[in-house]
């Protein structure tokens, strides 16, 4: 049974730092993209950051360049770095995972099957 915890969220203030965390279970052997969803009040979840086995990394517009996602597959963890936040970037964080789609399809979130509760970020400007 996949499982997908989340942990290090919080509130901050604008232009501060977040390192989010997945822990996971479950995924075993399965080369499966994993991922960083978020989503904000009253709006559609959207992808933020994928990494795939090879480690090649897909980022949504909005946080390129302030953003890192990355794995340590020993420890079954994947992480999401945060520098120069927004007020925009303020919402609920979901980790995913699933069968890698293609490139273009990489951030929408229907192509993930296996979703954590979520750790909520809040921005303050």
């Known amino acids: 049974q996949v499982q997908l915890v989340e942990s290090g969220g919080g509130s901050v203030q604008a232009g501060g730092s977040l390192r989010l965390s997945c822990a996971h279970v479950?995924?075993?052997?399965?080369?499966?993209?994993m991922g960083w969803f978020r989503q904000a009040p009253e709006k559609e979840r959207e992808g933020v950051a994928i990494i795939d086995p090879a480690g090649s990394t897909t980022y949504a517009e909005s946080v390129k360049g302030r953003f890192t996602i990355s794995q340590d597959n020993s420890k079954n963890t994947l992480t999401l770095q945060m520098n120069s936040l927004k007020p925009e970037d303020t919402g609920m964080y979901y980790c995913?995972?699933?069968?890698?789609?293609?490139?273009?399809?990489?951030?929408?979130?229907?192509?993930?099957?296996?979703w954590g509760q979520g750790t909520q970020v809040t921005v303050s400007s």
């Open positions: 995913a995972a699933d069968y890698c789609p293609i490139n273009d399809y990489r951030l929408m979130t229907s192509r993930y099957g296996y």
């Open positions: 479950g995924l075993g052997y399965r080369r499966y993209c």
